[in-house]
C-alpha cells in the first residue's frame, strides 16, 4: 500500500473515529422533554419487539448513586437494555431530599450527578430529582417505563413507593448485584477506620483535615513508627535465615567434599602400604 493511499484512507477514518466518541450524558431540561414526536403509550409487548429509530423506550430509574460502583453501574445497564431501542434516564435525588428521608452521603448531589453523566448506559441525568413518582412528573419527562429492582421499596411512609407504577404496567425490573452496595462500602470504611487515617497521613493530609484529635494523632504516629520497627525486624530476620542457610549449605559442601578426599586417602595409603600394597611387596623382594 502506497504512502498516498494509506493518507487518504487515515484522512477519512480518523474523523469517524473522533465522532465515535461519546460525550457526557445530557441533563435534562427542567421543562421536561420538549420532542415533537407524538408519544403513545407503549405496552411492554410492544417495547420488547422493537420500536422505530426516532421513537425510543423512554425508560426511567433513579436512586442516590453515593460512591457510585459496579453494582449501580450493572442496574443501568440492564436498563438500558430491557427494551431493543432505549433511551435511559436517570433521575438522582438532590442532598436535600436525601438526608431528609435516607441519610447523610459521602458524596455531594453535583458529584453524584458528575458520576452518572459519565456512565456509558445513561443517556440522560434529571438532577433534583423526586423522591415519589406522579403521574404529572411521568408524563413531563414523557417516561414510558420506570426500572428498579422489584423488592418493595419501603419510604416516605409508603409500603412501596414504586407500587402505582406497578399497577399501570410501566414498572420493568432489574436484579440488584450482590456483595457490592453503598451500606457494604462504609461499612468497611467504618471497619477499618484506623488503617485509613495512618494511610492518608502518611500521605500528607494534617490531622485536622482527618478530624482526628492531637492523641490519636500522635497514636497513629507512634503506630506507624512500630509497624516500621517490626518490618526491619521482619527483614533482618530473614536475611539472617539467608545466611545460616547459605553456611549451612557451605559446611555441608565442605563435610561431602572432606568425606571424599578422606576416602580418596585412605585408598591410596592402603593401597601403598596396605598388607598387599606396593610397600609390602617390595620387602618380599
Known amino acids: 500500500m502506497n504512502v498516498e493511499l494509506k493518507f487518504q484512507i487515515s484522512h477519512v477514518l480518523f474523523p469517524l473515529c473522533i465522532q465515535a466518541l461519546r460525550e457526557p450524558a445530557v441533563f435534562s431540561k427542567s421543562t421536561g422533554c420538549e420532542s415533537e414526536i407524538p408519544h403513545e403509550k407503549l405496552t411492554i409487548a410492544q417495547a420488547r419487539r422493537g420500536t422505530p429509530a426516532h421513537r425510543p423506550v ?15 453501574a450493572r442496574a443501568l445497564m440492564q436498563a438500558k437494555n430491557v427494551f431493543p431501542n432505549t433511551y435511559l434516564i436517570v433521575g438522582v435525588c438532590s442532598d436535600e431530599l436525601t438526608h431528609k428521608f435516607k441519610g447523610y452521603t459521602v458524596m455531594t448531589e453535583d458529584e453524584r450527578y458528575d458520576a452518572l453523566r459519565h456512565c456509558r448506559y445513561v443517556d440522560e441525568v434529571l438532577r433534583d430529582a423526586p423522591w415519589s413518582l406522579s403521574t404529572e412528573f411521568l408524563k413531563k419527562h414523557k417516561i414510558d417505563f420506570v426500572a428498579h429492582d422489584d423488592i418493595p421499596y419501603t419510604s416516605a411512609g409508603s409500603e412501596d413507593v414504586y407500587k402505582h407504577i406497578k399497577e399501570a404496567g410501566m414498572f420493568v425490573a432489574t436484579e440488584r448485584t450482590e456483595g457490592i452496595s453503598t451500606s457494604d462500602l462504609i461499612t468497611r470504611i467504618v471497619r477499618d477506620y484506623d488503617i485509613y487515617v495512618r494511610r492518608n497521613l502518611q500521605r500528607g493530609y494534617t490531622a485536622r483535615e482527618l478530624n482526628v484529635g492531637y492523641i490519636n494523632e500522635k497514636k497513629y504516629r507512634l503506630q506507624e513508627q512500630v509497624d516500621k520497627m517490626k518490618e526491619t525486624v521482619r527483614t533482618v530476620e530473614e536475611k539472617s535465615k ?25 585408598g591410596n595409603f592402603l593401597e601403598l602400604f596396605g598388607p598387599d600394597g606396593a610397600w609390602a611387596r617390595s620387602l618380599l623382594h
Do not use: M, P, T
Not at 423512554?58 to 449501580?72: E, M, Q, T
Not at 539467608?242 to 585412605?266: A, C, G, N, P, T
Open 58 to 72: 423512554r425508560v426511567y430509574a433513579d436512586g442516590i448513586f453515593d460512591l457510585f460502583h459496579s453494582g449501580h
Open 242 to 266: 539467608h545466611f545460616v542457610y547459605r553456611v549451612e549449605e557451605k559446611s555441608q559442601d565442605l563435610i561431602h567434599k572432606w568425606e571424599e578426599k578422606s576416602r580418596e586417602f585412605i
